[in-house]
């Protein structure tokens, strides 16, 4: 402090003829009503600027809360978040898991049945064949039998003659009685 009042001091002892000094006239130089206003000033603004400066603190901290509130709540989200996405993957595994089990039942259903229609098919074409191996054996007997009637009635036309004819009828009349006298 000593330092600048010995050069304030030293400023004023300046001579004029340099053109540069220090006036020491009070009144022309307004050096009290400066520091007036200063006073009155630093008196009266240092609590406008400490309530200023409260009012910005406080606005600060409380944006400063909000932004912890929010990135908690944002962790929380994020949290929660990935707690469902490892759900969502359990579940998704356990669907895929059982979509292959399913698609295997599936798979094998569809053999089975496969199996069972082919069987049923196969004994349809044994049924079939059986079927029509007894439709021709009936047919070639049908035709047997006719040739083998036809054979006989030419047979029995080169062989017989006006008297074996009614002998034979003779013969099945007697029959025909001989079954009457019998049920009656």
Request: charged share 25%.
């Amino acid at each position: 402090m000593k330092n600048v009042t010995d050069s304030f001091i030293s400023l004023i002892y300046l001579p004029s003829a340099e053109g540069f000094g220090l006036n020491t006239n009070i009144l022309e130089t307004n050096i009290i009503n400066l520091s007036v206003v200063l006073g009155v000033l630093i008196y009266f603004g240092k609590g406008v600027l400490s309530n200023l400066l409260d009012n910005r603190k406080q606005k600060i901290l409380s944006t400063i809360q909000n932004c912890e509130e929010l990135c908690k709540g944002a962790a929380n989200q994020l949290e929660q978040a990935r707690v469902r996405l490892r759900e969502i993957e359990m579940r998704a595994r356990e669907i895929r898991v059982n979509g292959y089990s399913q698609i295997q039942q599936e798979k094998e259903y569809l053999i089975d049945v496969a199996s069972v229609n082919l069987k049923q098919l196969e004994n349809l074409k044994n049924e079939t064949v059986h079927f029509e191996q007894q439709r021709v054996i009936e047919q070639v007997r049908q035709q047997i039998s006719r040739q083998a009637v036809q054979r006989a009635l030419r047979t029995l036309n080169s062989r017989l003659n006006h008297e074996l004819h009614l002998r034979t009828i003779e013969h099945n009349i007697d029959l025909l009685l001989a079954m009457k006298n019998i049920t009656d």
